[in-house]
């Protein structure tokens, strides 16, 4: 299963995508969360995003949150979108160590990047699990949005293992296509 999956990996790199399409993607988010009412009393948790990644930084919500990755615990925390910033290890900015930590409780949606996604709401990520030990942590009725960078990182299927999982959303390009819900 790794090694299908680390093939996999290494072809979705390679795919291009639009980088200046954070605007429409925000757009789409923001019109989703409206016309739902998420955010009004729960979280919206985002990704501060890497060179690679489509980026949210335009997204309007009331109570935006990030994650910053705990190494040692291969884990990751919640915090308010206003929290001092800093650079991890991997030179990724996130939320600042001490930043005010949002219990998972509070969590309505949580929003990830990934490689690839398949039809089903499978996530493939970069094969270190920090999502899927932060997704396996979140309450049950928190809802999963997945942003696929183009129409060409979306396949039939992605290999699954146990600690996987599967989105209940999946935004891409000009459309947010429900799955798991």
């Given at each position: 299963?790794?090694?299908?999956?680390?093939?996999?990996?290494?072809?979705?790199?390679?795919l291009?995508?639009?980088?200046?399409l954070?605007?429409?993607?925000c757009?789409?988010?923001?019109?989703?969360?409206?016309?739902?009412?998420?955010?009004?009393?729960?979280?919206i948790?985002?990704?501060?995003?890497?060179?690679d990644e489509?980026?949210?930084d335009p997204?309007?919500?009331?109570?935006?949150?990030y994650?910053?990755t705990?190494?040692?615990?291969?884990?990751?925390?919640?915090?308010?979108?206003?929290?001092?910033?800093?650079?991890n290890k991997?030179?990724?900015v996130?939320?600042?160590?001490g930043?005010v930590?949002?219990p998972a409780?509070?969590?309505e949606?949580v929003i990830?990047p990934?490689?690839?996604?398949g039809?089903?709401?499978?996530?493939?990520?970069r094969?270190k699990?920090?999502?899927d030990h932060?997704?396996?942590a979140?309450?049950?009725g928190?809802?999963?949005?997945g942003?696929?960078?183009?129409?060409?990182?979306?396949v039939?299927?992605?290999p699954?293992?146990?600690?996987d999982?599967?989105?209940?959303?999946?935004?891409?390009?000009?459309?947010?296509?429900?799955i798991?819900?």
């Amino acid at each position: 299963m790794d090694f299908e999956k680390t093939e996999l990996r290494t072809w979705a790199k390679a795919l291009n995508f639009d980088p200046t399409l954070s605007d429409p993607y925000c757009a789409y988010l923001e019109a989703f969360f409206t016309a739902n009412q998420y955010g009004l009393d729960g979280w919206i948790i985002s990704y501060l995003s890497k060179s690679d990644e489509i980026s949210l930084d335009p997204l309007s919500v009331s109570k935006l949150g990030y994650t910053r990755t705990v190494f040692e615990s291969n884990s990751m925390t919640i915090h308010p979108g206003d929290s001092k910033m800093s650079l991890n290890k991997f030179g990724i900015v996130e939320p600042a160590e001490g930043s005010v930590v949002i219990p998972a409780s509070e969590v309505e949606v949580v929003i990830v990047p990934g490689l690839l996604f398949g039809s089903g709401g499978e996530r493939l990520g970069r094969g270190k699990g920090f999502y899927d030990h932060f997704l396996a942590a979140v309450p049950n009725g928190v809802v999963k949005i997945g942003v696929v960078k183009s129409a060409a990182h979306l396949v039939s299927g992605i290999p699954m293992e146990s600690h996987d999982v599967l989105m209940d959303y999946l935004v891409v390009e000009n459309q947010i296509i429900q799955i798991n819900i």
